[in-house]
C-alpha cells in the first residue's frame, strides 16, 4: 500500500507589498496556494490579515523578517536590516515584538513559522524562534519533524542568478512527481507588478502563472497527492521542534 502524500503549497512575503498580496491572493483563488507567511512589519500586511480573515482556509503564518541581503561583486550586502544578526537580545525582542504584532492584525497565533531569506536558520537566531515555535505550539520551517520543507520551487540560484527552468510548468510538475510520502511545504514566491525593490523581482509573476496553471492542479489529482494547509494538520503536525535540517 502507498503511503499518502500532503501538499502545503506556501506563499512567502504575504503584507511586503500590494503587488505581493495580489500575485499570492490570485495563485490561492485560482491557483494552488493553500498558506501564506505574513510580513507584518510593512504597511500592506493590514490589508493581507483581512483577507486572510475573510478566507479561512487560506492558512496564515508568521514569516520573521529580520533583514534582506542581495548577492553582489561576489559578497552580500544588505537592502535593509531590521536587528544585527549577532545581537541575541535585539533579535528575541524583535521576534517577540512580530509575533505580537501578528495576533493584533489577525486575532490569533500563527499557524507556523518560517523567515525571511531562512535567517532562523542560521544560529542565535535558529534558538530564539526554535524556542518561539514550540512556545506556540506550531511547525517551524526546516525544523519540524511532522513537514518536510522542498525550496526547489524558486527562479534563482543561492547568489541570485536566473534559473528560469526552476519556476516553470515541467519544473514544478518534476517537483511535486518526487514528493516523498507524508507531508511537504512546498515555498514560493508569487507576486504582481513592479512595487517592492528585491532581488527576487520578476521571477514572482511568473511564479503566478505557473501555480495557477490547470495543468499543475491536474498533475496534483493524478498523482493522489491531496493539497492541504498548515491548519489542516495543526494537531498532528507541530509535533516536536527538532534541531535537524529538512
Known amino acids: 500500500m502507498i503511503a499518502a502524500r500532503y501538499l502545503i503549497v506556501n506563499a512567502d512575503d504575504f503584507g511586503q507589498s500590494p503587488g505581493v498580496n495580489r500575485g499570492i491572493v490570485e495563485a490561492h483563488e485560482q491557483g494552488i496556494v493553500t498558506s501564506a507567511s505574513l510580513m507584518v512589519r510593512w504597511p500592506a500586511a493590514a490589508e493581507a490579515a483581512a483577507y486572510g480573515g475573510e478566507h479561512p482556509e487560506l492558512s496564515l503564518g508568521l514569516h520573521v523578517d529580520l533583514g534582506e541581503w542581495a548577492y553582489r561583486d561576489e559578497t552580500w550586502v544588505p537592502l535593509y536590516e531590521v536587528v544585527s544578526l549577532d545581537e ?45 515555535a514550540r512556545r506556540l505550539g506550531v511547525p517551524l520551517r526546516g525544523c519540524s519533524s511532522k513537514i518536510r520543507y522542498c525550496g526547489d520551487f524558486y527562479g534563482q540560484t543561492a547568489e541570485g542568478s536566473p534559473l528560469p527552468d526552476a519556476i516553470s510548468i515541467r519544473g514544478l510538475i518534476k517537483v511535486i512527481l518526487a514528493l516523498p510520502p507524508g507531508v511537504t511545504e512546498l515555498g514560493c514566491h508569487p507576486g504582481q507588478g513592479n512595487d517592492l525593490v528585491t532581488m527576487y523581482g520578476a521571477e514572482r509573476a511568473e511564479e503566478v502563472k505557473v501555480l495557477r496553471d490547470p495543468r499543475v492542479r491536474n498533475a496534483i489529482a493524478e498523482m493522489g497527492i491531496h493539497l492541504c494547509s498548515f491548519t489542516s494538520f495543526a494537531g498532528r503536525a507541530a509535533g516536536s521542534q527538532s534541531g535537524a535540517e529538512h
Do not use: C, M, Y
Request: glycine share 2%; proline share 4%; hydrophobic share 35%.
Open 88 to 132: 541575541t537580545e535585539a533579535i528575541t525582542d524583535e521576534i517577540t515584538r512580530q509575533v505580537a504584532w501578528f495576533r493584533r492584525l489577525v486575532g490569533k497565533n500563527p499557524s507556523h513559522i518560517d523567515s525571511h531569506q531562512h535567517v532562523h536558520l542560521r544560529e542565535p537566531v535558529r534558538s530564539i524562534v526554535v524556542e518561539t
